[in-house]
């Protein structure tokens, strides 16, 4: 793996920010003082790194939208029009149900606390199938952790 100097990290951010915005390679080569084929080329000989850029850069842009989203439904829900309130309320708690169900379980081996707390938040229903889901992804994978399924009784 190749590790990049500080000013190619640095232009690799800035180009990462760009191109999640919408930004061409000539645009943000333009910016960066730097030729499109270099940038381009980036992205191969730095692959892992340019991939977390970008990867970060969109999930930024994407909470901005959102957070954006939120504050005009927000002030649309002051209208003086009651079905415009409305809908806007339904379209800001649709939002928030999308929001929270995109969002990752906390994986078990790293956050015990936070995935305890998802556990918690779960009705009996999705808390059963969530389990199931656990036990089928047990025995797809055999011997997880270093520990062999007990043998069944005789």
Known sequence: MRIPSDRTLHDMETAAELRAAGATWETAAEQ?????????????????????????????????????????????????????RLSAADKLMRHGLEEKAKREPPEPRVDRSAYIALLEEMTDDQLQEHLAEFVRRIHAEGDVAGTANPASPA
């Open 32 to 84: 960066l003082g730097r030729q499109p084929t270099l940038l381009i080329r980036w992205t191969r000989h730095y692959h892992e790194d340019w991939e977390r850029l970008l990867r970060e850069a969109e999930e930024r842009l994407s909470r901005q939208a959102s957070n954006e989203s939120r504050s005009v439904l927000r002030m649309l829900m002051r209208c003086k029009s009651s079905k415009i």
